[in-house]
Structure formats: C-alpha cells, structure tokens
C-alpha cells in the first residue's frame, strides 16, 4: 500500500493545500529535478593488486575488471575478466642439509606463468528472494577451469535476516610445461550455508558453514619429494578430498571512537588432516573529507598433512607423500591496513597493504621446519568507477 | 548489486538512522555524511542550548523586544510557522515555548493560575510582526522555538541529500520522523512499527510506505506524573494547559514537515483531533486516552 491512497491525492483540502505550498517553499525538501542523477546504472570497477614474497620468491600481478548492468527491475548481469602474471621462484623440495636438517631447494627464476580469466553471471531478484548464477572460465599453459555457481539468498524480517545457501562446480585439468597436453582431472564440489543477523543498529553476526569435495588429480606436479632411500620422487596425494569450513563474522558499530569493529573468526578440518584456524580483527573509521580508514590483524595456523613431511627416510607404505610447504604445519601473523578516498560521487580509490609473517614455532601441530619459515607482503591498488 | 547500509547517529536529542541501498560501502557513506552533516548543521543553527544559534540570537532580541533580520532559511521556517499558526487557528504556535518554564522536567507540582497568566502574555504569534525578512516582538520576554518544525524539516532535507546523491532507496529516521527516499528495491514499501504509547514495548500500528513521509506525536514522549496524573510535553497556547485528548498521532504527507505539523495541530485540538485530520485529508491513525484506537489507515492497523 503506497503513503498516500488515490482518493486522498485526488482531495486536496485548503489547510493541506496550504501546508505543503509553505513546505514547498522550505529549501532542499524536495529534490530539484534537474539535480538528481540520470539512470544510467552501469557499474565498472577496475582494480590492480600486487603481491610479493622475500628473498625474491613469488611476485604476482593481478589485473581485474567487472561490470554488472541491470535489466529492467528484476535482473542484474554482471561481466568480470582478469589477468595475472606469475613470476619469480617456489620450492620445488627439501634436501638434506650439511647438520641433516632439511633445506628448501627453489625452482630457478622459471616460473613465468600467465593466467586469463572470466565469468559472467545473471542474478535474479523476485520479493524477497535473489538467485544468482555464475558461469567462469580460466585458462593458462598447464591449467585450465571451468566452473559453475548457483547462489540464493532470501531476506527476512524487513531484511534483517538473511539466508543464503549456494553450489559450485569445478571442473579443471593440471598438466605441467613439460608435458602441456597432458591434462590431468580435479573436479571439486562446494557447498555452503549462512545466515546473516542483524542483530541492532549497531551490529549484525554473520555465520557460515562450507563443505567441499574434490577428486581426480590433487597432487602439485611441479613439487617433488625427497626419499633419503630412493631419491626424488614426484608428490603424491590422496585421490580425494573432504573439508568443511565454518566461519563467523561480528561487525560493531562502537559510537564512542566512532568506528566499526569487525571480527571474522574460521576454522576448518579435512581429511588429509589440516586443522586450520584464522582469526582477524579489524577496525575502521570514517574521517572528514570522505575517507575511511582501516587496520588490523590477522592469526592463521593449521596443523600437517598426515602425509607431510620436510624429508623421507624411506617411501611410506600407502605410496603418499608430500613435502610441500603449504602442506605443513605453520602459523602466521599478519598486518593489514587500508585507506580509502571517494573522490567524486563516481570515483573511488583504496589501497591496502599486508604483510605477514610465517613461522613453523606457530603451526597448529604435526610437521614441518623452520626453513619454511618466509615473509610476505601485497599490496592491492583498486581504483573505482560508477557511470 | 544493491546492499543496504545502515548509519546510525545521534543528533536532535535522538536516535537517528539512515537506511541506504547502495552499490557499494563508499557510496552509501558519501551519502551518509552529506545528510548527517546536513542535520547536525541544523541542530546547532536552531538549538536553544547553543549561544551561538539562530535562535539564541533571535531570543536575545525577544527578550527586551525589538527587531532583528534573518537569513533566507530561517525565514522560510518562519512563514512555514505562520502558516501553521493560521491553519491550527492559532494553536500551532513557534512562541509557545515560553510556556516550558511552567511545564519543564524541572517542574514538580502543577503551577499556579497566576504563572500562568503571567507566561500567556508572552506567547502569540500575533503579538509579533513578520515581514520578511524583519521579525519584530512588540512585548519584551518572548521566545521562538523552532523544536516543532526542524527536526522534520532536517528529515525532508537528509532525504533529498542521499537522493542527489545517487540513492533511490532508503529511507531517513529521525528519532521517529521518517521521509522515505524511497521504496527497497523490489518495491517492496518500508514498514513502519507506531509505538504503542502506553506500552513502551507494544506497536499500535504498522504501516508500509513506499514514499512520502511519517511523523509521530504523542503524550508518551517528554511528560511529567504529578499526582499520577500525566502533563504531556505538547502545551496549548490557549490554556497554558498540556493537551488531554490524544495520546498518539501518526501521520502520513508527501512531505515530513507537513506530516509533523499535522500530528502536532492534531494533539493541540485534543478531542477535534481526530475530525481535523479528516478534514486534512492526509492518511493518518490515532489513539485517545482511553486507548481507542482510529484513523483512515485502516487496513495497516493491528
């Protein structure tokens, strides 16, 4: 039902008559048409991020640009394409050192990799309901994906509850540079619930839960072990994969320093082992002059693959074995810090940067080594336009 | 994609929200602000606490009588006010708050007749010249009062801001005063829970509104209990007496400010309320002392 029944804007008494003629004469009650802005509703962003790992490890460039149009009322469609290049070195594995302990051995300065990628999507909006679907595509030398989400969302109680659930899909082949047209199969499943409360005008919780299922080839081909017995062998995964995720997120508006506080807690287990856990505090703060600041921390650990380890006596029995180093037990502690300027009404520009240090003394449990141990550091650009 | 940002803030003595959809945290709070700043510069414009205020300097003049010139604004609110004054029969009144010192939360027992008398000299709109923009007091001791119209007018005002600022919905809550930007994006109306105003946790009326605006008067806001008896904060500057009749209005307008002024003339007219806003013509819903509940919103009252 509208503010105002027919038969009342078809009635317009003197006292009323008289009222809205002096309010109409109050300056800024009513919008100028001339003032507001045309609908013109196309949305572009573009953004560019960059991150770097020390002593000259991975250095990766990312360039990303999406566009949504909506149609008519009950659709919006949306275009995202991006670029990255890869550069720079990994461990490939670990050898004994001089005292025994093992020591990383990086691929040379080979890794020159360059990823294309896009999707495109289609939300649907119907009363209180939202579906979105995703088709996306990813293509460089020695991987390729193509994957597909469904999402919907459904608002409750004037949109202070929000139920969201959603499906992907992942089909995508592994090969290596040495064997390009070899492509090995990864298919993944992924599953998710939230909620989202808001639970006063001041704060809303937010609580999701993720399951996911991968099969095929989930090995690193480019990583290799080292077995003191036989010597190098390639990584060797289990063929399938189980994890399930659950997350929180809490945002507090706190008046007296004006500013919100957010907190995302995470933890999550899988068959393989991994027990990991994250959690991060932010704080930000709207300043004069249209700004908005943000900083805080972040506490990750995770615990080792039961088919970890930095160095092998001998090839275990099961025939699975891994040395990577994201495979191991480790923790991190990072900072992060944020400040964004809206330029005009159409144009925004942030930059964010993170640095974070890896530690084996801050892993979870089970294995691994401090000559994991490394520092590393991004920073993203995003530049932001509205026509 | 569209999400809804909320903003919460203090302003006018209440608590005030603006609800946003926008496209992003950046848009919603560029608009946020502009409307913020833009209401908390009325508060100190027109704030009778502040020295530096409008209204300080316009009762600085009442107070010995004389004449002072005000800027376009003011003046506008000025003639909004005569209007009111003239439409309520005089009951609308910016030089009632005088009649506050009888009255105030300071107050503990009923003032005597003699006060009374005594603060009804130096109220009238009548017993001042306007002409814009010269606003004159032939008695000296006389005050303005610009509390009845502002906070709805800042309402109107918060809401234009965010539109010219990109937003197409969203609504503005000022302590209660409501002007809608603007539908959700579903067109879907906004609704709007009327607090009961003998229960302090009870709703006596929801409405959906998808434009225009509600403002909502009522005895329940600012009183005084003496001898268990309630002496609401709205004070007719006939009697000098606080209004009986009505314990709550709620009214709908294209406009904020008219629908304020219309709750306000409602409970002025005490029993005639009710008759008045039918005679208005603007959709509205009331509930007497006796807890009778009426308007013309029908179908939204439960």
Redesign the interface.
Known sequence: MGAISDASRNRVSAPLAALTAAAMALPGVHARAADLPGANPLTLYGSHLDYSESGGRMHVRVNEGTATVPVGDRVLLVADALQDLISGASPIFNAPGPNGQPQQVLSGASVNDRRNAGDIGASLFWAENQLTLRQGWSHENDYKSTWTSIEARTFLNQKDTTLAAGFAFNDDGVSTHDTPDDFKTRIKRDFFVGVTQVIDERSLIELSLEYSHSNGYLSDPYKLVFVQSTGLLPDARPGQRRQTAVTGKYLLYVPQIDSALQVIGSLSNDNWGIDAGALEVQLKKELPGQWLINGGGRYYAQSSADFYQPLFQAPPADGLHTSDYRMAGFGSVSWLAGVTKQLTPNFSVQFSAERSYRRYALRWGGAGFSGDNYIWSFYLVTLQAQF | ?LG?Y?H?F?AMGS?C?LRLYA?????A??AA?GAAA?VQRLEAKYSRYRDDSVTAAINRVGATGGAIAVD??TA??L??G???F??SDGLFDLTSGVLREAWGAHCRGLPGAGTLERLLQRVGWDKLRWSRPCLEFLLPGMELDFGGVVKE?AA??AA??C????IRHGLVDLGGDIR?IGP??????W?VGIQHPRRPDGVMATL???????ATSGDYERYLAIDGRRYCHIVSPRTGMPVQGLAGVSV????C??AG??TTIAMLMEARGPVWLE?????HVWMDQDERVGG?YG??VR
Do not use: F, K, N, W
């Open positions: 994609m809804l909320r919460p203090r608590r929200e496209r992003s945290e950046q848009e709070s560029a602000h833009d376009d604004e506008s609110l003639d909004y005569a209007t009111c003239a439409q007018y109107d005002r234009v801001i539109a010219e600022a990109g809608i959700h994006p579903d067109g879907a109306p609704r959906d509104v998808a434009r225009g605006a509600v709908l307008a294209q406009e400010v008219v002024s219309a005679e208005v013509g603007l959709p013309t179908a939204a």
